[in-house]
């Protein structure tokens, strides 16, 4: 019995120490960011508001900052494809959230695979924790970690350059925000197979959710290895970028505490739309819409993913310590 209170009472001060920390970590980080970054401060908050995000698109003033296109990548066979008109891709990210049918040409494949398998990455996102994935067997041989991430080494890769500046994925980029695009931030992703408790699968962006990085951005995500579906594919919730409800709205962010199942009720499991496919395959979406990566059962998962907002704040993207 005393037994059975002493492990009660030993949980409940782990549960509240828990609590008390998480709190503490909440303050210090929000009074950092209002006195380095008011403005990304108050859209954090503002910016999970449906009509807040609508009257930004209609009223925000456009960034003095943009992406340097003076070095767009201009020759014809290494741009990126799409499987319809862009005018017809960007008509699916407003209706839907999320557009797919971009296409990496094998070139831009092998560039970068040559470039992860001769750099290293971050265990967890942690610069503490490097490795070194020589090839794909050692990729599937690593069982330690669940994510590794490049942090911002990636950017000396010329086939990623080629792809932040590729003409179609900057257009497309230009007519869902209704401006010029601002390059945000890239990320070239390990997914590793393997058991995972609740707080890792938050942390990897394997629970729906969504992301509040502006009041407007546009996420461009490239499969670098085959994904099939449920075993690292990509999930969205069609919609939900545009309606949702007033509990979900003051959520924001922490909309990734709620199940999955209890979203998938609320939005309609029809709506679910999985994207898997080859090597190649592209897909770009609005980060506010409901998605999550599934978890890897089998395979090792490479992606790389680019995103564009209305501004670049100074205090989001900024590290990569204990992952963004």
Known sequence: MKATIALSTNKYQSFVAKALSKISNYFVQNRTYLKADPNFFFMKYLGRFLWVRSLA?????????????SSTIKI???????????????????????YTGLR???????????????????????????????NMDAVKKQNFYRVASY?????????????????????????????????????????????MDRDQ????????????????????????????????????IEGTHRKRSLIDQLLGQRIASKADEKLLAAYDPKKVRTLSGAAGLGFAGDPYCIHRGDA?????????????????????????????
């Open 57 to 69: 698109y209609h009223f925000a003033p456009q960034s003095s900052y943009q992406i340097d296109t």
């Open 76 to 98: 014809f066979e290494n741009r990126i494809s799409l499987d319809h008109d862009i005018n017809d891709a960007v008509r699916e990210v407003r209706e839907n959230g999320y």
């Open 104 to 134: 990496l040409t094998p070139q831009h494949i092998d560039e970068i695979l040559k470039f992860a398998f001769s750099n290293p990455c971050y265990g967890d996102r942690k610069q503490s924790d490097q490795l070194l994935l020589p």
């Open 151 to 195: 942090g911002l080494t990636q950017e000396n890769c010329k086939a990623v350059q080629e792809i932040k500046h590729d003409a179609n994925v900057l257009a497309l980029a230009k007519g869902y925000l209704g401006r010029e695009p601002v390059y945000t931030h890239s990320d070239l992703l390990w997914s590793f197979p393997g058991e």
């Open 201 to 236: 699968k938050i942390a990897a962006a394997q629970v729906f959710h969504c992301d509040i990085n502006d009041y407007r951005s546009i996420k461009f995500f490239f499969y670098l290895t085959d994904v099939e579906e449920s075993d690292g594919s990509h999930s969205y």
């Open 296 to 324: 890897v059962k089998r395979s090792c998962r490479l992606l790389f993913q680019v995103e564009y907002s209305f501004y670049n704040y100074s205090s989001y993207y900024n590290h990569v310590e204990g992952g963004v």
